[in-house]
């Protein structure tokens, strides 16, 4: 009998599920298309001095025995940034896009910020087009890389990944100027 009510009630949720359309799956074969391989080259302003920060602490741990940590950026500190990126070194070069989200600070032992970041671009043919970064970040080695792992726009099932290389640090202020050079494979 309890089997009975069992097989009634599933079959009810099913209608009940069809007829709503509370969830709809359709599979179907997909041949790819030709992928193209895109460089890109632009430099990436982190402030987080007053005036004008482009980056701003959102939180951070209070560490016991005192805050002994002087970094700019010490463990579990979150920060949130809107960097501008420009084709050369200097800040007041062409402005190519903006770099939004967010950085925390995840290296016990090592400096490292892991990144949670969307590049956009507003110029050029990939205007309104933008890059997603999910990678750490270890930010003391000259040479690093960072992870595309999607993209919108011109850069939709992007995958890819970005060459770093920091261009000038202030250790004291931890505003940095970042050369990204980033690679991806799109359709
Ligand atoms: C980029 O796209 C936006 C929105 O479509 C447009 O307003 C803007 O003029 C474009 N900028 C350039 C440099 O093409
Ligand atoms: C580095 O940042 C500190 C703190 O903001 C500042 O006092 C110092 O002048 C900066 N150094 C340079 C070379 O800009
Ligand atoms: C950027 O990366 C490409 C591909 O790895 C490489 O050929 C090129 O020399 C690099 N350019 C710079 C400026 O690092």
Do not use: W
């Amino acid at each position: 009998m309890e089997k009975k009510i069992g097989l009634v009630g599933f079959s009810l949720y099913l209608c009940l599920t069809f007829a709503l359309g509370e969830y709809y799956s359709k599979t179907r074969p997909f041949t790819p298309k030709q992928q193209v391989v895109t460089n890109l080259h632009f430099f990436f302003h982190d402030t987080l001095t007053a005036p004008n920060p482009s980056a701003v602490l959102v939180a951070k741990p209070t560490l016991t025995g005192g805050d002994k940590d002087s970094s700019p950026s010490p463990f579990g500190s979150l920060f949130a940034l809107d960097d501008p990126l420009t084709i050369r070194p200097d800040p007041k070069s062409k402005k190519i896009g903006n770099a939004r989200g967010m950085y925390v600070s995840s290296g016990k032992h090592v400096p490292t910020l892991t990144m949670y970041v969307d590049f956009g671009f507003t110029a050029g043919k990939f205007n309104g087009s933008s890059i997603a970064v999910f990678s750490r970040n270890t930010i003391t080695e000259k040479e690093r890389e960072v992870a595309v792992v999607g993209g919108r726009g011109r850069f939709r099932m992007a995958r890819g990944v970005g060459q770093l290389n920091t261009y000038y640090v202030n250790l004291t202020s931890g505003d940095a100027i970042v050369e990204y050079n980033v690679t991806l494979y799109h359709y």
